[in-house]
């Protein structure tokens, strides 16, 4: 960074919103360009109140903005501030307001910021100092080490591989004992536990086979050793300094050194962190078949750095992502040749929310891959970042994804980020056995990947198999709490499958501090499911709305749900603005629930304008429950064709679909055949319907049941049917005040 990047200072810290970086000291931390954009737009209007509406237009040029997104940025910005304290230092809520960036001292801007501050030196932000080290591979495998610690710690746990690795396989190398170069006790005392310490590690490390050359083993052979490794101890004022050397068995070359300083008194915990720094970069070395002997030193830190971030993906937590994307900022300034950085690097802003892609990334990422194509870098996750960039953007169909995404797989055939975004691709184009086997196989690799836990679980619900599919949420989400993805899928099984209880435990035994709005609203929707409509409402007002069309769709919702279907018009008509297709029937559904049906059946159709004019060339995947409320709206003006055009197609893919789980189509077949003057076999579905597990009466989506099935008291057994569901629902209301206890809080 040169003088002419800092724009602000604000108190300790330098702000470089060209760089999407802040400084404090010699820390260097980057942000998201959105998140950047936020803290800029907070300077320049330092000590004033900036309403979220504001921040919508200013930052977000009026676009709908994602349910948490206001809410994660200021809470992004006060960690990476150090601001997260009982009371905050520098962004603090106004509540109904906004937000104040209060300041004692007035924003310095650019000029005055480099009068006051000299030019900041590049350094490496992973830098953690455990013991003082002397060369930089030392330092960032100590620094990487370190982070994992701290991450484990609270309780974003990195994975472990628990497969046996083959002994074939393994790094084979001999450990040399460590001398004592100024010939000191103390310095030998150190270099014989050190030796010894090495051998203990990594004779106990899943990748290494180790032995040991030393004088009392003078009959051990090391001609099988690929390399070896030698060092010496030397006491240097208060402190010991150990030089290690890591050489090659058959040449005796020695491939890189590396050098480490503790102080006297802390000379055990010295010890400790060079063996397990050493190990860890075996473990790297073996699980990233790097080739020790030609790999360069800046290749293999970059390499150590883009596991690292690549760990940190594999847990779908929001501060997981954060520091991969982080820890591969710094790589790219620090290893700015190491071309495979930048696609990771999009592969993380493209993963940001795991399973859900952020729109706002995607001109950044559409840069970094640009910038991969100038530096003629075709490997590693290259084609699985364009291929889903392009897909995202409709640049390409979905067969062509699914090419690009097999080129990775063949340059990269054990990745199982690879591996699993391809099995995604595969499911949505209706192959479920390859998507299976791709899944199962990242699984086997990587038994704990959370992405590969969603894709498997959407699987399985998409097959019938909900039970294996929750069983599979569950146990994984019991170590890992905080997942918003699996969290937010097993709620949509657990409402999906009837168990509306069970949503409603789970969510309120969770910590939803820092979770997703729409989580939020689950709870409401369950006890609306379950008959507790007050209890709905009362939780449908406690949603933090951060945008003027979340909050109407809210107002709506409620207006709805206490069937006032005449107060809600307005609300309903201003809500139907979401950029999210699904969120643009609000109005027309009102007005089918007043009984308007000409009306609502034309504002249907001008809500299927804003997507697409031809209504079946929509993904029959997408809008079911929109499109079977027109074609019952068709119906009841008489318009028989047209419904039955709309129909047909639907029919079919429900018979090939699973009624209840992930996009299950619930009774949407019975609605249909109402519609179609089929009612015997629209009797027969809801009875089996029943049978499934399906108990989705009162549903938010009409605030009761559809009106559609007014006509199931034709049916002698509606009596029957109706007590049955009321009875289920009566017994789930118990259970609500007995949770499972899946999560504890």
């Known amino acids: 960074m040169t003088e002419p990047d800092i724009e602000f200072v604000l108190d300790e810290w330098l702000i470089y919103p060209e760089k999407s970086a802040i400084k404090r000291n010699d820390e260097i931390i980057h942000l998201e360009p959105k998140i950047m954009e936020v803290l800029v737009y907070l300077l320049k209007n330092a000590n004033k109140v900036v309403s979220r509406e504001e921040l919508t237009e200013q930052v977000w040029q009026s676009r709908f903005a994602s349910d948490e997104v206001i809410t994660r940025a200021i809470s992004v910005l006060r960690k990476k501030l150090d601001d997260t304290g009982k009371v905050h230092r520098f962004i603090k809520t106004i509540p109904k307001h906004g937000y104040v960036l209060e300041t004692n001292e007035q924003v310095i801007e650019h000029n005055d910021a480099v009068e006051h501050h000299r030019e900041p030196e590049p350094v490496n932000a992973l830098e953690i100092q455990v013991n003082r080290f002397i060369k930089p591979l030392t330092a960032l495998l100590v620094a990487v080490f370190s982070i994992a610690i701290a991450v484990a710690i609270v309780s974003y746990q990195y994975f472990v591989d628990q ?31 050190l030796t010894e310490q090495l051998l203990t590690t990594l004779s106990n490390s899943t990748v290494a086979n180790v032995t040991l050359n030393s004088s009392i083993f003078d009959d051990i052979s090391s001609t099988d050793n690929e390399f070896f490794i030698s060092g010496a101890v030397k006491e240097i004022n208060s402190e010991f300094h150990i030089n290690l050397h890591f050489a090659d068995s058959a040449t005796g070359k020695i491939l890189w050194s590396q050098s480490f300083a503790g102080e006297k008194a802390n000379w055990h915990q010295l010890v400790s962190n060079v063996s397990q720094t050493i190990e860890f970069f075996f473990r790297v070395a073996h699980k990233e078949k790097l080739d020790l002997k030609t790999l360069s030193l800046k290749t293999l830190q970059a390499s150590i750095l883009i596991h690292q971030a690549r760990e940190l993906r594999f847990v779908g937590s929001v501060e997981n992502f954060e520091l991969a994307i982080t820890i591969l900022q710094n790589a790219v300034l620090t ?26 990334n995607l001109p950044y990422i559409k840069r970094l891959i640009d910038q991969a194509e100038q530096n003629n870098y075709h490997g590693g996750v290259y084609w699985l970042v364009k291929g889903l960039y392009q897909f995202k953007v409709d640049e390409i169909d979905l067969p062509t994804a699914i090419s690009y995404l097999q080129k990775s797989q063949k340059q990269v055939p054990e990745n199982v980020e690879v591996l699993t975004l391809l099995s995604n691709l595969h499911r949505v184009n209706g192959d479920a056995a390859k ?31 909900n039970v294996q599919a929750i069983n599979l949420l569950t146990t994984y989400l019991k170590k890992y709490p905080n997942d918003y993805g699996l969290s937010h899928l097993l709620v949509k099984l657990y409402n999906g499958t009837g168990k509306f209880d069970k949503t409603i435990n789970y969510l309120t035994n969770i910590n939803l501090e820092n979770q997703k709005e729409r989580l939020k609203e689950y709870i409401a929707d369950g006890y609306f499911f379950v008959g507790l409509t007050d209890k709905a409402i009362e939780t449908y007002l406690q949603v933090d709305t951060i945008s003027p069309t979340h909050q109407f769709q809210v107002q709506c919702m409620v207006l709805m749900l206490e069937r006032k279907f005449v107060q809600a018009s307005e609300a309903c008509k201003l809500a139907d603005k979401s950029k999210n297709p699904r969120g643009r029937f609000h109005y027309a559904r009102n007005l089918m629930l007043q009984g308007k049906y000409e009306q609502a059946k034309n504002r249907y159709k001008q809500s299927f304008d804003t997507i697409n004019a031809d209504i079946n060339a929509i993904n029959l995947r997408s809008l079911i429950d929109e499109k079977v409320d027109y074609i019952w709206l068709l119906s009841q003006a008489g318009e028989m064709q047209q419904a039955q055009q709309l129909a047909a197609p639907l029919l079919a893919r429900f018979k090939q679909s699973n009624r209840l789980g992930y996009l299950g189509y619930g009774i949407s077949d019975v609605v249909i055949l109402i519609a179609l003057g089929q009612e015997q076999q629209a009797f027969e579905a809801f009875s089996v319907a029943l049978d499934s597990g399906w108990l989705q009466w009162n549903h938010w989506l009409y605030s009761g049941p559809h009106p559609a099935l007014e006509r199931l008291k034709a049916d002698p057994r509606y009596e029957q049917w109706h007590n049955y569901i009321q009875q289920a629902l009566a017994n789930q209301r118990v259970k609500i005040s007995q949770p499972d206890n899946l999560v504890s809080r």
């Open 163 to 193: 497969r046996q690795q083959t002994a074939d396989n393994n790094i084979t190398l001999r450990i040399d004992d460590f001398t004592a170069t100024d010939n000191l006790d103390s310095s030998a005392m150190v270099a014989r536990v």
């Open 335 to 360: 290893y700015p040749d190491e071309h495979q950085i930048i696609t990771e690097l999009a592969l993380s802003y493209l993963r940001t929310r795991g399973d859900f892609f952020n729109a706002d």
């Open 435 to 465: 998507a299976t086997e791709l899944a199962r196989k990242a699984l086997q690799i990587e038994p704990e990947f959370s992405l590969a836990v969603f894709y498997l679980a959407k699987l399985e619900s998409q097959r019938n198999n």
